[in-house]
């Protein structure tokens, strides 16, 4: 069963940069469509970016032309670099399949945008 772990979260001031690492305990990684979702307090948890295996990429709205979604299959490993964060953008991040059958959820990593 894959594992997930994210990192690189943390507290940082509106308009900072942050970048969120997920790594994939399987090599089963490389041929999956991945995602970056994220869940705020007292909401539901939300896509935020997709990536497939031939590297095409979507954004939610809230995130366009600020986040890049980027993948490394040779290191099992999913980023997302994070830019002109704004408070809304707080909320725990996960990594997972780009897929209604997702894999276990890994712990997330916070990332709180205050200043």
């Known amino acids: 069963q894959v594992q997930l772990v994210e990192s690189g979260g943390g507290l940082v001031q509106p308009g900072g940069s942050l970048r969120l690492s997920c790594a994939a305990s399987g090599s089963i990684f490389r041929l999956k469509s991945m995602a970056w979702y994220r869940q705020a307090p007292g909401k539901q948890r939300e896509l935020v970016a997709t990536?497939?295996?031939?590297?095409?990429?979507t954004y939610a709205d809230s995130v366009k032309g600020r986040f890049t979604i980027s993948r490394d299959n040779g290191k099992n490993t999913l980023y997302l670099q994070m830019n002109s964060l704004k408070p809304e953008d707080t909320a725990v991040y996960y990594c997972n399949v780009d897929s209604t059958y997702n894999w276990p959820w890994g712990q997330g990593t916070q990332v709180t945008v205050s200043s």
């Open positions: 990536i497939t295996v031939g590297r095409s990429t």
